[in-house]
């Protein structure tokens, strides 16, 4: 529900969980005109991000319609509204909709992007081996940036849930003119700046006015975008860093399966590749965060980590997001579920992934150099 802050500002508790707190302030709290801009705070504010629409409307309105609030000026219209979670959007999504009602003088639309502590990467077109290991990147996020902490979020057992870091997800936008007629979007982000970049030819014979010419859908997920099936026999490590001092009490991923399929999680010592701990086997079905309590090991030294599940299924589905910094280290020798080896030994270097999987614990203090605590996977069939 949307509340109105003052003449200009309006805001939305999305959640009002302590451990996961999402706001959306529309407007900016700090002029005294409306600005068409929503800003968008995770984890009681402890990063955030506002895209504010670059116009040259003199006289604009500002109007509210029942949950949304409409900006309308003489050439163009906003529209900002919250999506409820949906099978598109598990955790639900904000719509920054921008309407076009005449030709545009440019196939460009900007916003100014200010943010606190996060860091956005480009999710590309896959490539053939992707394509080949039974990868699946949907349309809307061809294109589209997955949007992290730039910073440590340690998951400690009773804390704030920060998962796998991962604070939403910014979809490539689907541009739709009044006969109905569809047109991917272009994204793209540079200094500061957001721009959706239309095809001329479409705006050139489209039928005014145009919805969702800059349709900024930003989804609220803590999960990877991108689903790879299971392949048998076959892991994948990203090497994240120096973790905190502690005990490992659990190992989170997020998974499905076609059927009812079973799964355990381990921690890894990257200098040594030894095997440090594992966790209780979990079932899984539905796509969800599952989480394995430890069962052996778990102290942590502040030396890097890597993070990894086993499963029975081959036909198990994993995500991740296309993420630069994360080399991915590939281990192809045969084992058999529910042994994890050890230690491994890895085969080549792959793709850079991010894979949605984390680890909560309890510890002191975090070492120096620590950058995150996740993605080491395995997948195979026993």
């Given at each position: ?206 039928v005014y006015p145009i919805r969702h010419a800059a349709g900024l859908t930003f989804g609220y997920t803590g999960a990877g975008a991108t689903q ?68 052996t090991g778990g102290t942590l030294s502040g030396v890097a980590y890597y993070l990894t599940y086993f499963t029975n299924d081959g036909n198990a ?66």
């Amino acid at each position: 529900m949307i509340n109105q802050l003052n003449a200009t500002t309006w805001v939305e508790q999305v959640k009002s969980n302590p451990k996961d707190e999402i706001k959306v302030i529309i407007g900016d709290d700090k002029q005294s005109n409306f600005e068409p801009q929503p800003k968008i705070e995770r984890w009681s504010n402890e990063i955030n991000c506002s895209f504010r629409l670059v116009h040259n409307e003199v006289s604009p309105t500002v109007t509210v319609e029942g949950e949304k609030i409409i900006w309308s000026g003489e050439k163009t219209e906003a529209h900002f509204y919250d999506i409820a979670p949906n099978e598109e959007h598990p955790e639900g999504a904000y719509e920054f909709e921008v309407i076009l009602k005449e030709k545009p003088l440019t196939n460009k639309i900007e916003f100014t992007l200010e943010t606190k502590g996060l860091d956005f990467f480009y999710q590309p077109e896959l490539t053939q081996e992707e394509i080949d290991e039974g990868t699946i990147r949907p349309e809307n996020v061809v294109g589209s940036y997955a949007v992290y902490a730039s910073e440590n979020k340690i998951n400690y057992v009773g804390g704030k849930e920060y998962k796998a870091g991962k604070v939403g997800h910014i979809f490539r936008p689907k541009i739709i003119d009044s006969a109905g007629t569809e047109v991917w979007g272009e994204l793209h982000i540079e200094n500061g700046i957001l721009s959706v970049t239309i095809p001329q030819e479409f705006l050139d014979v489209a039928v005014y006015p145009i919805r969702h010419a800059a349709g900024l859908t930003f989804g609220y997920t803590g999960a990877g975008a991108t689903q790879v099936g299971g392949t048998s026999n076959y892991l994948r490590l990203v090497n994240f860093g120096d973790t905190p001092t502690g005990t490992v009490t659990s190992i989170t991923a997020y998974l499905s399966s076609s059927g009812t399929s079973a799964a355990k999680f381990a921690l890894y010592v990257v200098s040594s590749l030894a095997l440090n701990t594992t966790t209780e086997e979990v079932t899984y079905s539905t796509l969800d965060w599952y989480t394995g309590a430890k069962a052996t090991g778990g102290t942590l030294s502040g030396v890097a980590y890597y993070l990894t599940y086993f499963t029975n299924d081959g036909n198990a589905l994993r995500w991740f997001d296309s993420a630069t910094g994360y080399t991915t280290q590939k281990f192809s020798t045969a084992y058999t579920y529910p042994n994890f080896p050890d230690p491994i030994s890895p085969s080549d270097s792959s793709a850079t992934t991010r894979y949605s999987i984390y680890a909560t614990y309890t510890a002191g203090a975090p070492s120096a150099n620590y950058k995150g605590f996740t993605n080491l996977l395995t997948t195979g069939s026993g």
